[in-house]
């Protein structure tokens, strides 16, 4: 069967992740779940990262091998709770960097379905997940690992400069283009 280009998400040290097309399998059936599970499966076998970016998930699970990729996923509204099943192996992340670039491209790959907002991300067989230096215990939103420092803060701002103007919002937003991997 031909490769179908797919949309993933590859991490970048301190900013937002990336999207890139990979080839990926075409869908069996029309299911979110299905067209999330071929998502995760092109992101952990791509291994071209656009320039600047990296594929840290690549390397999940495959401690001293090729292992296999387990994956089993329930979407229910805006979440997606997916489980992964690599054998015992683990994640093969060490360090808060791996761990933030690990969890950005899992959580916007999973979250690239349309109406799905947050991802819980677990690890068949274990309580609680536990990535890294980092012990994941809710669903995670692109909001919650987006790769910027600092959120800023959504308050209220008064008049602009004058002290006692009208209080206003401002807000800002930013987009990443797609690159082709």
């Known amino acids: 069967v031909a490769p179908v280009p797919t949309r993933v998400w590859f991490a970048r040290g301190g900013l937002p992740p990336v999207a890139a097309e990979v080839s990926g399998s075409p869908a069996r059936d029309d299911r979110p779940e299905t067209r999330i599970d071929n998502r995760i499966s092109a992101l952990w076998g791509a291994r071209n990262a656009p320039a600047g970016a990296f594929n840290v998930f690549a390397m999940a699970g495959r401690q001293g091998d090729r292992g296999s990729l387990g994956v089993s996923l329930q979407v229910s509204g805006d979440l997606a ?29 999973i979250t ?4 799905l907002r947050r991802a819980f991300i677990r690890e068949a067989g274990k309580a609680r997940l536990e990535i890294g230096p980092a012990v994941i215990d809710r669903p995670l939103s692109r909001e919650d690992v987006f790769g910027y420092a600092a959120q800023a803060d959504a308050g209220p ?25």
């Open 81 to 109: 709770t997916v489980t992964f099943d690599f054998g015992g192996r683990g994640w093969g992340v060490s360090t808060a960097a791996e761990t933030i670039a690990l969890l950005q491209q899992l959580v916007y790959t």
């Open 112 to 115: 690239e379905e349309p109406g």
């Open 157 to 181: 701002m008064k008049g602009f400069g004058a002290r006692d103007g009208p209080t206003r919002r401002a807000s800002a937003t930013w987009s990443v283009g797609l690159l082709h991997a």
